[in-house]
């Protein structure tokens, strides 16, 4: 009898894996289904993500790694705007052996409302950073 009940325990066991693994989802899609996000705004989060991207590679950095966009608040003359904070990871421009990161700002128009060439020398953070007067954070 115990001989029987291992045997079924096993043949379940067998038989669960392989219905969990037979139903494997495509993890992106599992992510958007759990965040609750619709298509519109998934778009708009990738086309921020590609402005990030490109805009480094504009001005001549090499591009490692880009992140989410993730919620932030900036200040545009005193009033609070909701903006997208995105952070792209580089090799500086003067010593290819240190690693840098360029944070953007973005408004939720996808306009680039900042940039900051974090860790970059100071010709090169004068030159690459774009910090308008009236936006504070």
Do not use: W
Not at 39 to 67: C, F, H, N, W
């Amino acid at each position: 009898m115990k001989q029987h009940n291992v045997m079924c325990k096993i043949v379940l066991s067998c038989i669960l894996l392989t219905a969990c693994s037979a139903n494997k989802e495509v993890p992106e899609i599992a992510a958007i289904d759990a965040l609750q996000l619709d298509e519109k705004t998934i778009d708009k989060l990738r086309d921020i993500t590609q402005i990030a991207r490109e805009d480094s590679e504009e001005i001549g950095y090499k591009v490692i790694m880009v992140s989410l966009p993730q919620p932030a608040t900036i200040y545009k003359e005193g009033k609070p705007l909701g903006a997208y904070s995105v952070k792209v990871a580089s090799k500086s421009k003067s010593d290819q052996q240190k690693d840098i990161a360029l944070i953007y700002y973005y408004s939720v128009n996808k306009e680039m409302m900042v940039r900051i060439p974090m860790g970059e020398a100071d010709e090169e953070y004068e030159k690459n950073k774009y910090y308008p007067k009236d936006v504070q954070f």
